[in-house]
C-alpha cells in the first residue's frame, strides 16, 4: 500500500505531468477487488475525480464477474466458462444485463456521484455504443467488439460528465452480447483516441515471474507483451489484458498501464510519478 502523507509527494510531481495530459482523455478499466470492496472504490473514484479536475477527461469502463455468479448461483443457473470467458447461453445473458446494465453500472454510478462528481450511467447497447460480433457458437452470446459509437462518449466527456459503461454490446439485429471488459476498454480506449488506456487489476501490474508478486515489469514493449502471450509466460487471467493493450496500442493509443487498484492512489502515482506503480506498455 502507498503511505497516503506520500499524496503530497505525488502532486508535488504532478505539475509537469498535469500540463502535459489536459484535455486529453484517460480510459479506466474499473474492476477487481477496487469494485469490490466500499472502501477502496471510493479512493479509486476520489482519484479519477481529482483527474477530471485538473482537465482530464476520464471514462469509466467496467465488467462485473462477482456480481453475475452472486445472481446466476441465486437462481440455480450454472457457470460455465471455456479458454477463460464465460460461456453465455440466453437465459445466462439475462442476468449479465441484469448485474451489469442495472446494478453493478449504478452503483458505480452512485459512487461518482457521492464523491461530488457528474456520471452517466451506459449500457454499450445505449445509442448502440458498443457494436459487437459473436465469437463462436460454444461460446454463445459472447462478442469482441467491432464498432464503438465516440461521439456519445466525446459529448458527455465535453459537457463534463464522467461516462461509465459496462461491457453489455448489441449486435447487428440489436440484440445483448457479453464482452470482456479489458476488450471493450481497448476498443473504447482506441475510437475516442485516448493518450492512456489503464487497467485496474489485483495485481502489482505484469509480473516477470506468475508465482512472484513482486517482480513487477515497470515498462513493457510491445513485441515483449506479444512473447509473453505466444509463450504462455503470462497467466491466463492476464492474457486479455495484454491483448487488449495490443489493439489499444496498434490503434493509436499511446500507453497503455496495468496496474493494482488495491493500491492506495495507485492512478495518481501512476499517472503523475516518473517511476508509476505498475507496469506501462508502449509502442
Known amino acids: 500500500m502507498v503511505d497516503p502523507q506520500t499524496l503530497a ?11 502535459e495530459f489536459r484535455g486529453q482523455t484517460f480510459v ?11 472502501e477502496l472504490m471510493e479512493l479509486v473514484i476520489r482519484n ?24 446466476l448461483a441465486k437462481l440455480d443457473i450454472p457457470k460455465r466458462t471455456l479458454n477463460g470467458l464465460r460461456v453465455t447461453d440466453e437465459e445466462t445473458m439475462d442476468i449479465v444485463e441484469m448485474a451489469l446494465a442495472g446494478r453493478a453500472n449504478k452503483a458505480l454510478v452512485a459512487a461518482v456521484q457521492r464523491e461530488g462528481g457528474q456520471a452517466i450511467g451506459l449500457s454499450g447497447r445505449d445509442a448502440d455504443l458498443l457494436e459487437a460480433e459473436t465469437i463462436s457458437d460454444d461460446l454463445g452470446r459472447v462478442g469482441n467488439v467491432v464498432r464503438v459509437n465516440a461521439n456519445v462518449l466525446n459529448v458527455a466527456t465535453g ?32 475510437a475516442v483516441g485516448a493518450s492512456k488506456l489503464i487497467l485496474l487489476t489485483d495485481t502489482n501490474g505484469v509480473l516477470s515471474n506468475k508465482d512472484d508478486a513482486h517482480s513487477t515489469i515497470s515498462e513493457l514493449t510491445v513485441a515483449k507483451a506479444k512473447q509473453m502471450v505466444i509463450s504462455g509466460e503470462a497467466d491466463r487471467g492476464m492474457i486479455p489484458k495484454l491483448e487488449g493493450a495490443l489493439a489499444a496500442l496498434g490503434a493509436g493509443v499511446a500507453s497503455v498501464h496495468l496496474i493494482n487498484g488495491g493500491t492506495q ?15 506501462m506498455i508502449v509502442r
Not at 9 to 19: C, E, G, R, T
Not at 163 to 186: F, I, K, Q, Y
Not at 265 to 279: A, P, R, Y
Open 28 to 38: 479506466v478499466k474499473y474492476g477487481g477487488s477496487a469494485m469490490r470492496d466500499p
Open 265 to 279: 492512489n495507485s492512478l495518481l502515482v501512476e499517472v503523475f510519478t516518473h517511476s508509476g506503480v505498475g507496469t
Open 159 to 190: 459537457a463534463g460528465f464522467i461516462p461509465v459503461v459496462c461491457s453489455v454490446a448489441t449486435d447487428a439485429d440489436r440484440r445483448a452480447l457479453n464482452v470482456n471488459a479489458d476488450s471493450a476498454a481497448a476498443a473504447i480506449a482506441s
Open 48 to 71: 479519477v475525480l481529482l483527474l477530471q479536475l485538473v482537465g482530464i477527461r476520464v471514462i469509466l469502463v467496467h465488467g462485473g464477474g462477482p456480481e453475475i455468479d452472486t445472481w
Open 9 to 19: 509527494d505525488v502532486l508535488n510531481q504532478a505539475l509537469p505531468y498535469i500540463q
